[in-house]
């Protein structure tokens, strides 16, 4: 038994969704392929008086299909731990 009328993207879909937008790429829905994803909110220029972004949660919602994806921007917060960050190893 599933949760009727919840249209969540796969677990890699919603991956490689998330890190397009996170690297600014065109997002494009990876169930059906077209390029109406929504994004809430919508990404706007950081104001110059803000030094850094606030964590806020993010959906991605595809117009076409219903799928939809969310996640927490954290910002430009260092990793927790020297381990974390995979560049240094």
Same mark, same amino acid.
Do not use: Q, W
């Given at each position: 038994?599933?949760?009727?009328?919840?249209?969540?993207? %796969?677990? !890699?879909?919603?991956?490689?969704?998330?890190?397009?937008?996170?690297?600014?790429?065109? $997002?494009? *829905?990876?169930? =059906? &392929?077209?390029?109406?994803?929504?994004?809430?909110?919508? %990404?706007? !220029?950081?104001?110059?008086?803000?030094?850094?972004?606030?964590?806020?949660?993010?959906? $991605?919602? *595809?117009?076409? =299909? &219903?799928?939809?994806?969310?996640?927490?921007?954290?910002?430009?917060? !260092?990793?927790?731990?020297?381990?974390?960050?995979?560049?240094?190893?």
């Amino acid at each position: 038994m599933g949760r009727r009328g919840i249209k969540e993207f %796969r677990a !890699p879909e919603a991956l490689a969704l998330i890190a397009a937008d996170r690297d600014h790429l065109p $997002l494009v *829905c990876p169930s =059906c &392929g077209t390029r109406t994803i929504h994004r809430v909110p919508r %990404r706007r !220029p950081l104001p110059s008086t803000e030094v850094e972004p606030r964590a806020e949660r993010i959906s $991605l919602i *595809c117009a076409t =299909c &219903g799928r939809h994806a969310s996640y927490i921007a954290r910002g430009l917060e !260092p990793p927790r731990d020297a381990t974390m960050d995979p560049r240094e190893v």
